[in-house]
Nanobody
Framework: QVQLAESGGGLVQPGESLRLSCAAS????????MGWFRQAPGKERELVAL???????NYADFVEGRFTISRDNAKNMMYLQMNSLKPEDTAVYYC????????????????WGQGTQVTVSS
């Protein structure tokens, strides 16, 4: 079993920055792709950014160069640096990770964290 724990959320004003962290713990053999998702009230959960184990990244169009996803494989950590925050970025942000359960036979499982609230308001 793997646990994902997000931290770093909070209340900020428009234009300010936040850095979210996601820590993976438990029976971690290897983490493949990781990602940040968010869900605003009354809306569906949506992808924010993805990062492969090798560091390849992909961002949602609404990020517009304001966010940077990164990870530290040695520490089983993932980060999301969010700059120039807007009120529409207000949401619960979730960490997602695909982990290897067995190498032989090869199998994986996807886990979610509990989420961290980000509120952008003046």
């Amino acid at each position: 079993q793997v646990q994902l724990a997000e931290s770093g959320g909070g209340l900020v004003q428009p234009g300010e920055s936040l850095r979210l962290s996601c820590a993976a713990s438990g029976s971690v053999l290897r983490i493949n792709d990781m990602g940040w998702f968010r869900q605003a009230p009354g809306k569906e959960r949506e992808l924010v950014a993805l990062i492969t184990r090798d560091g390849g990244t992909n961002y949602a169009d609404f990020v517009e160069g304001r966010f940077t996803i990164s990870r530290d494989n040695a520490k089983n950590m993932m980060y999301l640096q969010m700059n120039s925050l807007k009120p529409e970025d207000t949401a619960v942000y979730y960490c997602n990770a695909e982990t290897v359960v067995h190498f032989v036979p090869y199998s994986t499982r996807t886990y979610w964290g509990q989420g961290t609230q980000v509120t952008v308001s003046s």
